[in-house]
Nanobody, 124 residues
């Protein structure tokens, strides 16, 4: 059973940066698309970004494009979400997920394994 564990969340001032990590155990990230999602209180889970199996393709939500970047290190079974120029509206619980295949995408149902999330809070 694949387990994903996110880390790196915390409290940061607006304009600051954080790097989230997502470590896989009991399975590999290699060969699979990986994604990041977030959920703010009272809101639905939303797509943040995703990276293809090779890392060569990535996609981001318009709200984070140019500020957030995903990279992966399959030798460590770890995926990262670099978040820059953070805004208060980025406050949410951030989840990583592994897709059912090699592709990238924004649809949650296309992801078969999820982490428990790490909280990011951005103060104004």
């Amino acid at each position: 059973q694949v387990q994903l564990v996110e880390s790196g969340g915390g409290l940061v001032q607006a304009g600051g940066s954080l790097r989230l990590s997502c470590a896989a155990s009991g399975g590999t990230t290699s060969g699979y698309g990986m994604g990041w999602f977030r959920q703010a209180p009272g809101k639905e889970r939303e797509f943040v970004g995703a990276v293809s199996w090779s890392g060569g393709l990535s996609d981001y939500a318009d709200s984070v494009k140019g500020r957030f970047f995903i990279n992966r290190d399959d030798t460590k079974n770890t995926v990262y979400l670099q978040m820059n120029s953070l805004k208060p509206e980025d406050t949410a619980l951030y989840y990583c997920a592994r897709r059912t295949n090699y592709a990238l995408g924004s649809v949650p149902s296309h992801y078969s394994y999820w982490g428990q999330g790490t909280q990011v809070t951005v103060s104004s």
